[in-house]
């Protein structure tokens, strides 16, 4: 038997629901970035940006923050990351070719837990390096070839920071 009329009788598509709370955004480090461009952003810990680079993703505006080799960390820091964060990102990368545990020690002594820093990335070297500072995860340069970050898009602030190899 034959339907002529069957195609209106069809069950519409399902409604789409409100937008996704949390957005994955996956960093990339010295890689070809694979996947939505709007979920993911790639640095190179070997070229870091010089300055600060103002950068958006899924509504998020993200800077990533480039610490030159010859400066101190702590100073460098304390001005750059509320410069930025005043520039109006929700978050900002940290790279370097430095240590990553002065990154990481540069950052401990600031008032870390009010800076929107969820990443820091810095060379590997001789000394032994917390994986993270407050809620803010510390990469060496080579340890991994990704980082994936989960933001809020309500509070656009970051919940969860998972390197992986």
């Given at each position: 038997?034959?339907c002529l009329g069957c195609s209106r009788h069809e069950t519409p598509p399902a409604?789409?629901?409100?937008?996704?709370?949390?957005?994955?955004?996956?960093?990339?480090?010295?890689?070809?970035?694979?996947?939505?461009?709007?979920?993911?952003?790639?640095?190179?810990?070997?070229?870091?940006?010089?300055?600060?680079?103002?950068?958006?993703?899924?509504?998020?505006?993200?800077?990533?923050?480039?610490?030159?080799?010859?400066?101190?960390?702590?100073?460098?820091?304390?001005?750059?990351?509320?410069?930025?964060?005043?520039?109006?990102?929700?978050?900002?990368?940290?790279?370097?070719?430095?240590?990553?545990a002065d990154l990481a020690r540069a950052i401990e002594k600031k008032i870390y837990?009010?800076?929107?820093?969820?990443?820091?990335?810095?060379?590997?070297?001789?000394?032994?390096?917390?994986?993270?500072?407050?809620?803010?995860?510390?990469?060496?340069?080579?340890?991994?070839?990704?980082?994936?970050?989960?933001?809020?898009?309500?509070?656009?602030?970051?919940?969860?920071?998972?390197?992986?190899?």
């Amino acid at each position: 038997m034959l339907c002529l009329g069957c195609s209106r009788h069809e069950t519409p598509p399902a409604p789409q629901g409100p937008k996704k709370p949390r957005v994955d955004l996956t960093v990339w480090l010295d890689g070809e970035p694979q996947g939505d461009p709007q979920t993911t952003l790639a640095i190179s810990t070997k070229a870091p940006p010089k300055g600060r680079e103002m950068l958006e993703r899924s509504q998020l505006k993200l800077a990533v923050l480039g610490v030159p080799a010859d400066v101190d960390a702590q100073t460098f820091l304390e001005k750059a990351v509320p410069e930025a964060e005043a520039a109006g990102a929700n978050a900002t990368v940290v790279v370097s070719t430095k240590c990553a545990a002065d990154l990481a020690r540069a950052i401990e002594k600031k008032i870390y837990v009010y800076w929107r820093v969820p990443l820091v990335v810095g060379a590997s070297c001789d000394g032994q390096v917390k994986p993270t500072v407050g809620s803010a995860a510390v990469v060496e340069a080579g340890k991994a070839s990704r980082v994936r970050i989960v933001f809020d898009r309500h509070t656009q602030a970051f919940l969860k920071v998972d390197p992986i190899p």
